[in-house]
């Protein structure tokens, strides 16, 4: 059985967003990606205190597809050390995993 996994990252580059969501999604590495836009993100860097403002990607697939998704997040990635967190799903509902399973591995479950 495939397990529902969800990666995060941040970005703040419009064609750098744009570049990599085509990729997962055109080649059905992924399921869906939901962007919370208009974020600020306040951390340290190089000894100082930064502020940008971000997007919030929650890229959703399986677990198989771990390792492919990080690679394309850094393959595409303008920043030197992007964040890419995975979060494990507990629950979900089955109908959701099936559609999520045909989306990535296009047949029917």
């Not at 929650?58 to 979060?87: C, Q």
């Amino acid at each position: 059985m495939e397990k529902l996994i969800i990666i995060k990252t941040t970005i703040s580059n419009k064609n750098t967003k744009n570049k990599l969501i085509n990729e997962l999604l055109k080649n059905n590495y992924v399921a869906c990606i939901n962007i919370i836009e208009n974020i600020t993100s306040y951390y340290e860097w190089e000894g100082k205190l930064q502020r940008q403002k971000e997007e919030i990607l929650f890229i959703k697939t399986i677990l198989k597809n771990e390792k492919l998704v990080y690679k394309i997040i850094k393959k595409y990635h303008d920043y030197e050390i992007p964040e890419i967190t995975t979060i494990s799903v507990k629950n979900i509902d089955k109908n959701y995993l099936g559609w999520i399973k045909e989306s990535i591995l296009g047949k029917k479950l």
